[in-house]
């Protein structure tokens, strides 16, 4: 059974600073992987999508980087602003059409 | 022109009662599903539908029944509501076609069971 697990699970920076938010799952055999944003009380937003070919995407100044052999994944977040503040989530597919593992989330803060 | 859309929003109800909660996407998507989400914020899925034919069916009670009158709607019927139904419900659709497969999420409808 695929486990998806993100570290830290919170973290706090300053504007302006880059980050970096960690994913990792056990099974490395997956169809794509998913990052997601939750505001407070909202649905998720989802920034980017990474095929299991693939070893990057890239979307404004986020960047996700996918390792499938080690289990991994990374969102790079680029000079960081606070409406930057949210929760982080990975997703992993591990088929086409089948459902969404979920980590339980970075929760995300970037003060003035 | 919302994408996935849900209704209720917010639904507080007694234990006991039956309830509904209803998706429609205007994405033009073949699949949909829903996804629980608990009180310590953890998403896990309890239904996928492709084409209106149930796909997947995670352990959830049989209390659960979902209906999808086409393929633009899943509709999430909930019988003899518990405590611990209570919960935000996030349905969810994708189109399976080439290799992107992304899901898009409706706005949530948060369930409070008293």
């Known amino acids: 059974k695929q486990e998806v697990t993100q570290i830290p699970a919170a973290l706090s920076v300053p504007e302006g600073e880059n980050l970096v938010l960690n994913c990792s799952f056990t099974?490395?055999?997956?169809?794509?992987l998913q990052w997601f944003r939750q505001d407070p009380g909202k649905g998720l937003t989802s920034l980017l999508l990474?095929?299991?070919?693939?070893r990057e995407q890239t979307s404004g100044r986020l960047n996700a980087s996918l390792d499938k052999s080690s289990g991994r994944s990374t969102l790079y977040i680029a000079a960081s602003q606070p409406g930057d503040s949210a929760t982080y989530l990975c997703?992993?597919?591990?088929?086409?059409?089948?459902?969404?593992?979920f980590g339980k989330g970075t929760s995300l803060l970037v003060t003035p | 022109d919302t994408a996935v859309s849900q209704t209720p929003k917010y639904l507080v109800t007694q234990m006991g009662n039956d309830k509904s909660i209803k998706c429609e996407q205007n994405l033009g998507h073949d699949t949909m599903y829903w996804y629980k989400q608990d009180s310590k914020k953890f998403l896990k899925i309890m239904f996928s539908?492709?084409?209106?034919?149930?796909?997947i069916n995670e352990t959830v009670p049989n209390r659960f029944s979902p209906k999808s009158p086409d393929k633009a709607h899943l509709n999430l019927h909930i019988n003899s509501l518990e405590l611990g139904d209570s919960a935000v419900y996030f349905c969810?659709?994708?189109?399976?076609?080439?290799?992107?497969?992304?899901?898009?999420f409706g706005p949530g409808t948060r369930l409070t069971v008293l």
């Open positions: 099974d490395s055999a997956i169809y794509n």
């Open positions: 969810a659709s994708s189109q399976i076609s080439g290799n992107t497969d992304t899901q898009y």
């Open positions: 997703a992993v597919n591990s088929n086409s059409g089948y459902a969404l593992n």
């Open positions: 539908y492709n084409n209106k034919e149930l796909i």
């Open positions: 990474i095929q299991s070919s693939q």
